[in-house]
Nanobody
């Protein structure tokens, strides 16, 4: 069974930084895309950033210039370094990965980690 476990959320003041981590575990043969999404209260889930196995990245407009996504393929882990945080970054952040396991390709989500940015 494949699991994604996030860590690193919390409370930070505006202008501060946080680093989120997400580790995939289970019977994993390969992982293609890994990414971070977020959902603020009353809003739809939106993409923060994604990274391919080879390292190419894409960022949502809100993350460009402030967030950096990276991954460690040997550890099946994806990170996002979030700098210059703003109160509007407050949301639940979800990790996502497209994983090839014993049951074939699947899209997996973590349980979410809360990020609160105070003004």
């Amino acid at each position: 069974q494949v699991r994604l476990v996030e860590s690193g959320g919390g409370l930070v003041q505006a202008g501060g930084s946080l680093r989120l981590s997400c580790a995939a575990s289970g019977s994993i043969f390969s992982i293609s895309t890994m990414g971070w999404y977020r959902q603020a209260p009353g809003k739809q889930r939106e993409v923060v950033a994604t990274v391919q196995y080879g390292g190419s990245t894409n960022y949502g407009d809100s993350a460009k210039g402030r967030f950096t996504i990276s991954r460690d393929n040997a550890k099946n882990t994806v990170y996002v370094q979030m700098n210059s945080l703003k109160p509007e970054d407050t949301a639940v952040y979800y990790c996502n990965a497209r994983i090839f396991s014993a049951t074939g390709w699947g899209d997996y989500w973590g349980q979410g980690t809360m990020v609160t940015v105070s003004s």
